[in-house]
């Protein structure tokens, strides 16, 4: 079993609706980071996260120690959202990072 | 400030050949690490260093990969004798000293190398 696992690995939607991408991981963390990768492209961070709730523009991340999950939220998606999204641990605070295996989301106009 | 460079972006090489990646950290910061995406896999660590030193390289194939951080000029990713299996993209990022916490990831736009 993978220390980081995303859901969905696929997701294809119509502009403008609500996107949620989940990540649960399986080991003590000092920080949780959200990532996007256009094809071909380098990496973006978006968001790190340590507790509670982060927000940028119409992007939300949240996350829940205890149950050691997070969830990244897109509101009023767009077509430009289309991308892979994502999710890595951090267990130390300089530790390199683990890697889930990426959502891939297309939103369609 | 320049983000995190890497170069080349796109590198081709022959089997048997020595492939040479480059990372130059965003300013100020001392912390490197490369990792390595295979094609329709995900992202994998494989090491960490900081200034002339190796922290962590328990993701580094046994063989043919070494990486250097020099206390001047980039860090470089060396891989000795190419197999087509080393085909992928290879990322550096970078981040500051932290004294607590955890530490930010900045990323460079990645060197896809090509073994024909």
């Known amino acids: 079993k993978n220390e980081v696992e995303q859901s969905p690995q696929n997701l294809t939607a119509q502009e403008g609706e609500f996107i949620t991408i989940n990540c649960s991981y399986s080991v003590g963390i000092s920080a949780l980071h959200w990532l996007q990768q256009h094809p071909g492209g380098g990496i973006v961070s978006l968001f790190m996260l340590s507790s509670g709730k982060k927000k940028h523009g119409r992007l939300i991340a949240t996350i829940n120690i205890q149950e050691k999950h997070s969830s990244l939220h897109i509101t009023a998606s767009h077509p430009r959202d289309s991308a892979v999204y994502i999710c890595?641990?951090?267990?130390?605070?300089?530790?390199?990072?683990?890697f889930g295996k990426g959502t891939h989301l297309i939103i369609q106009p | 400030n320049a983000g995190v460079m890497q170069n080349p972006r796109h590198l081709v090489r022959r089997r048997g050949q020595e492939a040479r990646l480059r990372c130059s950290p965003m300013?100020?910061?001392?912390?490197v690490y490369w990792y390595r995406q295979l094609p329709e896999e995900g992202l994998k660590f494989m090491v960490y260093l900081q200034k002339e030193n190796i922290i962590d390289e328990s993701g580094m194939p046994k063989e043919r990969f070494s990486a250097e951080f020099p206390k001047e000029g980039p860090s470089i990713l060396r891989i000795q004798q190419v197999v087509r299996g080393d085909s992928a993209a290879y990322f550096c990022a970078s981040s500051p000293l932290i004294q607590s916490g955890s530490t930010e990831a900045f990323f460079g736009q990645g060197t896809r190398l090509t073994v024909v």
């Open positions: 300013k100020g910061h001392s912390h």
């Open positions: 890595a641990v951090r267990r130390g605070g300089a530790d390199g990072l683990t």
